[in-house]
Nanobody
Framework: QVQLVESGGGLVQAGGSLRLSCAAS????????MGWYRQAPGKQRELVAAITSSGSTNYADSVKGRFTISRDNAKNTLYLQMNSLKPEDTAVYYC?????????????????WGQGTQVTVSS
């Protein structure tokens, strides 16, 4: 059973930094694209940043120059370094991964989400 577990959220003052981690486990053969999404109260979930298995990245305009996405393929772990945080970055942050995993009928692919981690930026 594939699982994604996020960590690293918390309360920080504006201008501060946080680093989120997302560890994937459970019969994984390989992971294709991974990404961070966020959802603020009353708003739709939005893409923050994404990274391919080869390391190509893309960012939402609102976080460019402040956030950096990275991954450790050997550890099946995704990271998001968030600097110069703003109150509008306050949200629940979710990681997402496209996973190739072992199944008794043969390898399968699936799209998985973590449980979310709260990031709160005070002004």
């Amino acid at each position: 059973q594939v699982q994604l577990v996020e960590s690293g959220g918390g309360l920080v003052q504006a201008g501060g930094s946080l680093r989120l981690s997302c560890a994937a486990s459970g019969g994984i053969i390989s992971i294709n694209a991974m990404g961070w999404y966020r959802q603020a109260p009353g708003k739709q979930r939005e893409l923050v940043a994404a990274i391919t298995s080869s390391g190509s990245t893309n960012y939402a305009d609102s976080v460019k120059g402040r956030f950096t996405i990275s991954r450790d393929n050997a550890k099946n772990t995704l990271y998001l370094q968030m600097n110069s945080l703003k109150p509008e970055d306050t949200a629940v942050y979710y990681c997402n991964a496209q996973v190739l995993f072992r199944h008794f009928l043969g390898p399968r692919t699936g799209d998985y989400w973590g449980q979310g981690t709260q990031v709160t930026v005070s002004s």
